[in-house]
């Protein structure tokens, strides 16, 4: 199952649990939400241990080092060990500013909700 054997780094996100399933992994990095050793990476790209995998979740980078490569998927308790999680702490929920949002088709705004959002920025 595992070796030190270069692997590709969809199969490898998928295996260590990072995507639910590999072709989520895929469309990520054709989005370019992957990165490998800072580069941007194409789904078939081989990782190997010690290669720097960066990926971008709801917003946030996830900064992995790869110790194992692994081809097929394994439970969270060996994913663990596969990979060095250098992710740095999220910043608390306070400190990310709420963005307001209307729902879809919900027309124009009025003017309370106008003034509202304005008061919100700061105008």
């Known amino acids: 199952m595992s070796s030190d054997s270069p692997v590709r ?6 295996a260590v ?3 639910k399933t590999r072709s989520a992994a895929t ?5 370019g939400h992957v990165r490998v050793n800072g580069e941007r990476a ?6 190997r241990p010690g ?10 980078d996830r900064m992995l080092v790869v110790r194992q490569t692994l081809v097929k998927r394994v439970s969270a ?9 250098r992710t740095p702490p999220r910043p608390p929920r306070e400190a990310v500013p709420v963005v307001p949002v209307r729902d879809r088709g919900a027309g124009r705004p009025t003017k309370r909700e106008r003034r509202d959002l304005e008061r919100l920025r700061g105008r």
């Open 27 to 31: 469309s990520a990095c054709r989005a």
């Open 9 to 14: 780094v969809d199969a490898w996100l998928w």
């Open 77 to 85: 308790s060996v994913a663990v060990t596969a990979l060095e999680d």
């Open 51 to 60: 290669d720097e995998v960066r990926v971008r979740v709801d917003g946030f």
């Open 42 to 47: 194409k789904a078939a790209q081989p990782v």
């Open 17 to 19: 649990r990072q995507f």
